[in-house]
């Protein structure tokens, strides 16, 4: 009784957090798969165009299938879509490469490896702020 009771609670809520049909939420529950279940989750919680669980598996089946997202490295995990075109590994093993790729990917711990590409003096325009304007040398501007 109490399976049945935990079971009802948690398509009751998958109903009304993803907005979906009772049907879909009982597949959404019986998925094979739990790494699975919780992107087919994301994607019926994120996307607006993906509203059923057919839909979900259908797009999920796409993803998995699309050669740019097949891992190119076993070591760093990037995949073939995020391939960098500057160095000759092309992958995040590389850490002397400071292409856009590498800056773009790089995992928050690595991020020390690479430069801000800000102002030298005042860090504008790097930081995570790339709009950043430097006023360092406004001064020397207007009085020549």
């Given at each position: 009784?109490?399976?049945?009771?935990?079971?009802?609670k948690?398509?009751?809520?998958?109903?009304?957090?993803l907005?979906?049909k009772?049907?879909?939420?009982?597949?959404?529950?019986?998925?094979?798969d739990?790494?699975?279940?919780?992107?087919?989750?994301?994607?019926?919680?994120?996307?607006?165009d993906?509203?059923?669980?057919?839909?979900?598996?259908?797009?999920?089946?796409q993803?998995?299938?699309?050669?740019r997202?097949?891992v190119?490295?076993e070591?760093?995990?990037?995949?073939?879509?995020?391939?960098?075109?500057?160095?000759?590994?092309?992958?995040?093993?590389?850490?002397?490469c400071?292409?856009?790729?590498?800056?773009?990917?790089?995992?928050?711990?690595?991020?020390?490896?690479?430069?801000?590409?800000?102002?030298?003096?005042?860090?504008?325009?790097?930081?995570?702020?790339p709009?950043?304007?430097c006023?360092?040398?406004?001064?020397?501007?207007?009085?020549?």
């Amino acid at each position: 009784m109490p399976k049945n009771h935990a079971r009802k609670k948690a398509l009751a809520s998958l109903k009304a957090e993803l907005g979906v049909k009772h049907t879909d939420a009982i597949a959404l529950l019986d998925h094979p798969d739990a790494d699975e279940r919780e992107t087919l989750e994301q994607y019926l919680a994120e996307y607006i165009d993906i509203n059923t669980y057919r839909e979900a598996v259908d797009y999920l089946r796409q993803q998995q299938a699309d050669p740019r997202n097949q891992v190119m490295c076993e070591r760093c995990g990037w995949t073939n879509g995020m391939v960098c075109p500057e160095c000759e590994k092309g992958c995040g093993c590389e850490y002397e490469c400071t292409g856009s790729r590498h800056h773009e990917y790089a995992h928050d711990e690595d991020d020390s490896d690479f430069t801000s590409y800000g102002c030298d003096e005042c860090g504008a325009g790097g930081g995570g702020d790339p709009y950043g304007e430097c006023c360092c040398y406004e001064d020397e501007e207007e009085a020549a």
